[in-house]
Nanobody, 115 residues
Framework: QVQVVESGGGLVQAGGSLRLSCAASGIIFSSAAMGWYRQAPGKQREFVAG???????NYANSVKGRFTISRDNAKNMVYLQMSSLKPEDTAVYYC?????????WGQGTQVTVSS
């Protein structure tokens, strides 16, 4: 059974930083692509960042230069380092593990950026 658990969210002032973590189990982690998504109140879930099994990364334009996605295959972890946070980054952040047949999602972690 695949389990995905996010952590690291919280309340931070604008301009601050947070690092989100995502732990996955029950899947061959090193061969999986994964990503971070977010959903703000009243809005659709949107893509934030992704990383391939070969460590190729891509980002939403809104976070380029501020967020960095990375992975540690030895620990089955994927991270999202967020810097220069803005109030519009406030959302629930979800980790997505792309398995061979389906995606696996965590329960989300709340990030709130105050102005």
């Amino acid at each position: 059974q695949v389990q995905v658990v996010e952590s690291g969210g919280g309340l931070v002032q604008a301009g601050g930083s947070l690092r989100l973590s995502c732990a996955a189990s029950g899947i061959i982690f090193s061969s999986a692509a994964m990503g971070w998504y977010r959903q703000a109140p009243g809005k659709q879930r949107e893509f934030v960042a992704g990383i391939s099994s070969g460590d190729r990364t891509n980002y939403a334009n809104s976070v380029k230069g501020r967020f960095t996605i990375s992975r540690d295959n030895a620990k089955n972890m994927v991270y999202l380092q967020m810097s220069s946070l803005k109030p519009e980054d406030t959302a629930v952040y979800y980790c997505d593990i792309i398995g061979p047949r389906r995606d696996y999602w965590g329960q989300g972690t709340q990030v709130t950026v105050s102005s």
